[in-house]
């Protein structure tokens, strides 16, 4: 059975500085791995995935997340935190064939 | 624009009244989801349609029916609801059950007073 555990239900940064949202993952076999966003009152936008390509991810609006297998982590950063940015985050993973499996999610501030 | 939409957004009901929550996706998908989302709660993977086929039914209780008249239609009935069924529900699809990437609809917002 797979996992993901987002350390931190809240975080909350300066604008202009570095954004590092922390995902690890539990699976038996090679995993897919996942970043979505959900902005308020909205539905979940992929931010960008994982599929046992390059192990350095990079995705929409800067972001980017590394995998790293012997962590067992996915960690979401970015390097200048924008307002726009806040936002909840979620990590997920699935494994070829089965379903996602979401995290508890993070919810970004950023202050001015 | 994700391609998947839900109606209505938001929907208020009461306890005894019978609601339907629809998703309708335009990306040519056989694969389609509802997911529950409450408040402080990771993501509830309720049903998943291949093909107009229900493969999971993660022990939802039956007062939330679903239906997949086809492919690109999910409708989720709401009959005798509980104040704690409040929250946003969630309609996703992908290519096929286990794709890797699934695109989701704006939900709908729904209390339960």
């Known amino acids: 059975a797979q996992s993901v555990t987002q350390l931190g239900s809240h975080v909350s940064v300066s604008e202009g500085a570095l954004v590092l949202l922390r995902c690890n993952y539990s699976s038996s076999v090679p995993p897919y791995l996942f970043w979505y966003v959900q902005y308020p009152n909205q539905g979940l936008q992929l931010l960008l995935k994982?599929?046992?390509?390059?192990?350095l991810v990079k995705g929409i609006n800067g972001f980017e997340a590394e995998f790293k297998k012997s962590e067992t982590s996915f960690h979401l950063t970015k390097p200048s935190a924008h307002m726009s940015d806040a936002a909840e985050y979620f990590c997920?993973?699935?494994?070829?064939?089965?379903?996602?499996?979401f995290g508890q999610g993070t919810e970004l501030s950023v202050k001015p | 624009e994700t391609g998947v939409t839900q109606t209505p957004r938001h929907l208020v009901m009461g306890m005894t009244n019978k609601k339907s929550l629809k998703c309708e996706q335009h990306?040519?998908?056989?694969?389609m989801y509802w997911y529950k989302q409450s408040a402080k709660k990771p993501l509830e993977l309720m049903f998943v349609?291949?093909?107009?086929?229900?493969?999971e039914n993660n022990s939802v209780p039956s007062r939330f029916s679903p239906e997949c008249p086809n492919s690109s239609h999910l409708f989720l009935h709401l009959h005798t609801l509980q104040p704690e069924d409040s929250a946003l529900y969630l309609c996703?699809?992908?290519?096929?059950?286990?794709?890797?990437?699934?695109?989701f609809g704006q939900g709908t917002r729904l209390t339960v007073v």
């Open positions: 996703a699809s992908s290519q096929e059950v286990g794709s890797t990437e699934a695109f």
């Open positions: 990306l040519g998908h056989n694969a």
């Open positions: 994982y599929t046992s390509a390059a192990t």
């Open positions: 997920a993973v699935s494994v070829r064939g089965g379903k996602l499996i």
């Open positions: 349609y291949s093909l107009e086929e229900r493969v």
